[in-house]
């Protein structure tokens, strides 16, 4: 929730098994009596740049016009 407030570590390395990286983040502040988790864990994909980076090739490229 928004009322939550954590602070962040840096993000981990990527599992090649998940294919994902973690970070947890410490929980700072609860706002208004927020029932917040003391500890949380946050996962984004490894490949986030190259994804990005195909989906601009995609478009520009050999799509059917």
């Given amino acids: ?10 993000w981990g390395g990527c599992s090649a098994q998940t294919g994902v990286k973690t ?5 700072k502040k ?7 988790e003391e500890i949380v864990y946050v996962t984004k994909p490894c490949s986030s740049k190259i994804k990005s980076k195909s989906k601009g090739a995609a478009k520009k490229g050999k799509g059917k016009d």
């Fill in 1 to 10: 929730p928004a009322d939550c407030k954590y602070k962040f570590e840096s």
């Fill in 30 to 36: 609860a706002l208004y009596n927020a029932q917040c």
């Fill in 23 to 27: 970070r947890s983040g410490i929980l």
